[in-house]
């Protein structure tokens, strides 16, 4: 898995011919609430997502360059989508100020956080996803703050490497 985040994350040239420059979606950088907890499975429970303190009315930005997927309500929470290449980003509950189609850059206003109560508790939060096709990843990593774990090699022959020249 860690061969697959470390290949998208440069996502390739942005929209200036740079490599893409990833943002958090709250100014200033918010307190992490709830970090990543991804189940054992994919069926099972678990946080597929980051929670960020943030407060009613507050703006929340584009992470990255992309178009907007999806900006409405979905069962009783605003939630917006902006699609990046391969990746996929999701902020709710917030109230859209964007349409689906429009293409944004990193920082763009696309909503701010509504009043909504519930999924952080007794205070407001934006959760924040990220997705590569149908599997979850933790949207810190877009702004270098996911844990890093290091995961074994294994060549199909240990030998692999071991004569010399």
């Given at each position: 898995?860690?061969?697959?985040?470390?290949?998208?994350?440069?996502?390739g040239?942005?929209?200036?011919?740079?490599?893409?420059e990833?943002r958090?979606p709250?100014?200033?950088a918010?307190?992490?609430?709830?970090?990543?907890d991804?189940?054992?499975?994919?069926?099972?429970?678990?946080?597929?997502g980051?929670?960020l303190?943030?407060?009613?009315?507050?703006?929340?930005?584009?992470?990255?360059?992309?178009?907007v997927?999806?900006?409405r309500?979905?069962a009783?929470?605003?939630?917006v989508?902006v699609?990046?290449g391969?990746?996929r980003t999701?902020?709710?509950?917030?109230r859209a100020?964007?349409?689906?189609?429009?293409v944004?850059?990193?920082?763009?206003?696309i909503?701010?956080?509504?009043?909504?109560?519930?999924?952080?508790?007794?205070?407001a939060?934006?959760?924040?996803g990220?997705r590569?096709?149908?599997?979850?990843?933790d949207?810190l990593?877009l702004?270098?703050?996911?844990p890093?774990r290091l995961?074994?090699w294994w060549d199909?022959d240990p030998?692999v490497?071991m004569?010399?020249?």
């Amino acid at each position: 898995m860690l061969l697959v985040i470390t290949t998208l994350l440069p996502a390739g040239p942005g929209p200036a011919g740079g490599a893409t420059e990833w943002r958090w979606p709250l100014r200033p950088a918010p307190q992490v609430l709830r970090p990543y907890d991804p189940p054992a499975h994919p069926w099972e429970a678990g946080h597929r997502g980051a929670d960020l303190a943030a407060r009613p009315g507050q703006a929340v930005y584009a992470a990255g360059p992309g178009r907007v997927g999806y900006a409405r309500d979905l069962a009783g929470r605003g939630v917006v989508t902006v699609i990046h290449g391969r990746l996929r980003t999701t902020y709710l509950p917030v109230r859209a100020t964007v349409r689906p189609g429009r293409v944004v850059k990193a920082g763009t206003r696309i909503g701010v956080v509504e009043g909504v109560l519930g999924h952080c508790g007794q205070v407001a939060c934006l959760h924040w996803g990220l997705r590569h096709g149908l599997s979850y990843l933790d949207p810190l990593i877009l702004v270098g703050r996911a844990p890093v774990r290091l995961l074994p090699w294994w060549d199909d022959d240990p030998t692999v490497g071991m004569t010399p020249p």
